[in-house]
């Protein structure tokens, strides 16, 4: 082959070659201009906005919740404000460096940081995971100071909230918890989302949704490091309202104190309209221990104790009433026609049925009695023979019409019923017949009776009322502003005694004997120039003869010893507060409870004291 045909069958394949490769550059260059018009223009605006959102995150701004008040007006609980530590995981590259750093800052423990981010990071990567709630001002500090080491780190300021007195009302008042998924799930709590708080008992939880506000809202634009540069927009959030309670702070913390060192219960009401005066349950504890959440074994400590501190004493302490429920058999008989206010028995101390004696508190008896002087000096042969006649079913029916055995109805906590048995409801509950025995038992407030403190103020509101029960409320007003209510106080009849006026009235001068006359055994409740009227209460925990047996160098062990009761209004004539005590194993009810009515039976009408807030412990001073 010459030279020239090789030269031109090298130049032609050349050329070939050289036009496929550009055809294939061309080729590529299409493709790649194609995309970035399908990117720029086609898709472009989808892009934009997900960078948008990327550089924009929208913050929950958490509301103030409503403030609690007194009748007085001070203010009992309240918000202060608390920095909270935040991490989002999507703008951290290394969780366990993150906390490696914080640990040595401020000792916050690296285990639960770099869990928490690292579970987070998969669900929502975007969400604000909360590290610690309320640092102190010195972490705050020290976080803020090295922020630009702290990639994801954000510090929000929130409402927290405050019991200024500490423990007081704290039964009344309950406390908050991080809201539940079952909560959550219910649809009763719109608008709330995982970690926020939320009532959990008394006045917190009956007013949660109207407490509670609504959150706002903010546009923030951030830069890479997710550090915020800019507020874009605003929604504030929507304040809850304030709930504005009956009781005077002062009346509640006398009626605390007079419990201090015992167990036990107060309630103390109108008995003209049912406004609860004071609710006072010892031993009680500090709600503010639950704001910043409570560790498990902290929890199990309180939940578990023996002292039961988170039980509310005066709603759900049920005790036998004792001689305060003959307060009932004595109307019963009266109303069933099977005594009249002159009939007299003969109490010599014990009272036979069968086999079996039944003694009266007073060993050799009381003599001949009527039913005034039964009452006044509590004789529990009257009653022993009164209940005898009326049978066990009369009783519990009687009992029940004095709203015993069942709720009163109490607007801001939740309340154990009591019992008052009957021949169907032991035949049900225990398989066997009613026993003749436990008539005469219940007659006297043993056997299977059970009040609560609340319950029995109730009752003997009654009694001086003209018959009327009312439901306890603990709410005066709810409201938005001063001229926005969204509640107020009404009273609320439950129902009408039904029960003669003349049998009222018989039973109120023999309550009122029972403390001002010289052998009535509410003696320590006697107040100068104010009647007071009342009935005590000794209920057993366990029968004499096991207290003869178990005794300790002459002693009952603590546990084993008598439940005090007192109940009593004041002034008879024209009663302004009734008053129900209970101290548990407190022993006669004349020595450990009445001297307790007394003391705040005289300080609420007297008002010593009363409406004065400077003596009473402050827990927190910055509140909003």
Same mark, same amino acid.
């Given at each position: ?374 009452? =006044? ?189 007192? =109940? ?57």
């Amino acid at each position: 082959m010459r030279t020239s045909d090789f030269d031109s069958v090298y130049f032609e394949l050349l050329s070939r070659q050289i036009t496929k490769i550009t055809l294939v550059v061309l080729a590529i260059f299409s493709i790649l201009i194609l995309r970035l018009w399908f990117l720029q223009v086609l898709n472009g605006p989808a892009y934009r906005t997900k960078s948008e959102n990327n550089r924009i995150r929208l913050q929950d701004i958490a509301p103030f919740r409503g403030l609690i008040f007194d009748s007085k007006g001070q203010m009992m609980v309240g918000n202060r404000l608390s920095y909270d530590l935040f991490v989002i995981p999507e703008d951290v590259r290394d969780p366990g460096d993150l906390a490696a750093t914080l640990n040595r800052l401020v000792g916050f423990e690296p285990e639960g940081i770099t869990a928490a981010l690292v579970g987070a990071s998969r669900a929502f990567p975007f969400r604000p995971v909360c590290i610690k709630r309320d640092i102190t001002r010195d972490e705050l500090a020290i976080i803020e100071t090295h922020r630009f080491n702290l990639p994801g780190v954000v510090i929000k300021v929130a409402p927290q909230r405050i019991y200024i007195h500490g423990s007081l009302a704290a039964h009344l008042f309950g406390y908050l918890g991080e809201i539940g998924e079952s909560e959550l799930k219910s649809g009763r709590y719109p608008g709330s989302k995982p970690g926020d708080l939320m009532g959990k008992a008394g006045v917190e939880w009956r007013w949660q949704s109207e407490l509670s506000g609504s959150r706002g809202g903010e546009q923030v634009e951030v830069d890479a490091s997710g550090r915020q540069i800019r507020v874009i927009s605003r929604k504030p959030p929507d304040p809850g309202a304030n709930v504005h309670l009956t009781i005077d702070a002062r009346f509640q913390a006398l009626a605390e104190a007079a419990l201090k060192g015992k167990k036990g219960a107060v309630a103390a009401i109108d008995p003209n309209d049912g406004r609860v005066l004071a609710l006072a349950s010892s031993p009680a504890y500090d709600p503010n221990m639950f704001i910043g959440g409570i560790d498990k074994a902290t929890w199990k400590t309180i939940s578990g104790s023996e002292d039961y501190p988170l039980q509310n004493r005066s709603l759900a302490g049920q005790y036998p009433p004792g001689s305060t429920f003959k307060i009932v058999v004595a109307l019963a008989g009266l109303e069933e026609g099977l005594i009249h206010s002159d009939d007299e028995i003969f109490c010599d101390g014990t009272f036979t049925l069968g086999t079996h004696r039944y003694r009266c508190w007073k060993r050799y008896g009381h003599g001949h009695v009527a039913l005034h002087k039964a009452i =006044v000096e509590s004789c529990d042969v009257y009653f022993y023979k009164l209940g005898k006649k009326l049978g066990i079913d009369r009783i519990s029916s009687y009992a029940k019409r004095f709203g015993l055995g069942h709720a009163t109805g109490f607007d801001a906590g939740r309340e154990r019923p009591g019992l008052i048995p009957s021949r169907e409801w032991k035949l049900r509950k225990c398989g066997v017949p009613w026993q003749a025995g436990e008539t005469i038992s219940t007659s006297i407030g043993q056997s299977f009776v059970l009040a609560t403190p609340l319950q029995m103020a109730i009752l003997v509101s009654a009694v001086f009322n003209g018959g009327v029960l009312y439901q306890p409320q603990v709410t005066e007003r709810v409201e938005k502003s001063s001229s926005i209510a969204l509640y107020r106080f009404t009273p609320r009849i439950k129902a009408g005694l039904g029960i003669d006026p003349a049998h009222l009235e018989v039973v109120k001068n023999a309550l009122t004997g029972a403390v001002n006359e010289p052998r009535g055994t509410g003696g320590r409740a006697r107040l100068k120039k104010i009647s007071v009227a009342g009935k005590t209460g000794t209920s057993q925990v366990i029968t004499l003869e096991n207290q003869k047996a178990l005794k300790v160098d002459g002693k009952i062990p603590y546990k084993y010893r008598d439940h005090a009761w007192f =109940v009593a209004v004041a002034p008879s004539e024209s009663p302004k507060i009734a008053v129900a005590v209970v101290v548990e194993h407190g022993g006669q009810g004349s020595r450990a409870a009445a001297p307790i009515a007394r003391e705040l039976i005289g300080a609420y009408l007297r008002g010593e004291g009363l409406g004065k807030h400077s003596d009473i412990p402050v827990a927190g001073t910055s509140v909003e």
